[in-house]
Each structure stands twice: as C-alpha cells, then as structure tokens.
C-alpha cells in the first residue's frame, strides 16, 4: 500500500492487449480470480451490484470506478464461460493463461492466493488491499469528492 500498481498488459478476451495504465484517472479494483475458485465467484455476485453503483462516481483525485480482472486460470473456455455466468459486465478482462502459480502477473503482485484484490486510486497508486463486499464499499464511500 502506497506503492504505484505496477502494470499489467495482456491479452484480453477478444486476444486485442488490454493495459491497466490505461485507466489512470478512475479507481480501479484489480481483481485476481480463476473459473474453478468457488469464493472466487460468490465475491463476483457481491462486486457486480458495486461495480453498477460507482461505475460513474466523480471521486476526490478519480473519474469512476471499474475492475481490471486478472484470470489465472489455463482454460480459456472456461474463463470466457464464468464471465458470462457470473455477468461481469466490465471490459477490462485479461488472462495469460499460465495458472495461479505459474503467471506473470500473480508473481509481480504476489498473489499466491484467491481471491485476492488490489485497489488502486486515480493516480496509480495502491491504496487498500483484499477489500471486498461492504468494506470495498466503505472505502469507496470515503473517496467521493
């Protein structure tokens, strides 16, 4: 916490490299997950309804709120398939394919375990860290302008 997010550009489901560093300026939720995580999925139903309520939010150094969704999973008809089930409705979804232990992206932001979640301010800055349901929501509350 109080480090810069260091970048992620990957793959997303459409094959076209999707970049973190392209949503300076909104709050983001990196949100890292696998198709096959049971708790995984359950957050999922809790992240959807926020994502929709602050999604447009004007927050003190942030214009809005997404996620930047990090799959580890190998399979990648089975991360295309939860996306869909769980109504993930943000375009940001990218995967390397490598698995939990074996991606890029889970070693820089030592994410050995899931779920697991970084949120970042309008700057790029990491400000919370494993922050889900209403605590994700108090903190969101707090930085509104």
Same mark, same amino acid.
């Given at each position: 916490i109080g480090d810069k997010a260091p970048d992620i550009t990957e793959k997303g489901v459409n094959g076209e490299?999707?970049?973190l560093e392209s949503l300076r300026g909104k709050i983001v939720l990196i949100d890292f997950w696998a198709s096959?995580?049971?708790i995984c999925r359950s957050r999922h139903k809790e992240l959807v309804p926020l994502y929709e309520k602050y999604k447009d939010t004007v927050f003190r150094n942030a214009n809005g709120f997404t996620v !930047? #969704?990090?799959s580890l999973d190998r399979n990648r008809e089975r991360w295309i398939n939860a996306i869909e089930r769980d109504g993930l409705k943000w375009p940001y979804q990218v995967s390397?394919?490598?698995g939990l !232990? #074996?991606?890029?992206?889970?070693?820089t932001?030592?994410?050995?375990?899931i779920p697991e979640n970084y949120l970042i301010d309008g700057d790029g800055v990491i400000i919370g860290k494993n922050l889900f349901g209403e605590e994700l929501e108090r903190v969101l509350q707090q930085m509104i302008k």
């Open positions: 490299p999707v970049e096959y995580c049971g !930047f #969704s990090v390397d394919l490598e !232990f #074996s991606s890029k992206y889970s070693k932001y030592k994410a050995l375990m």
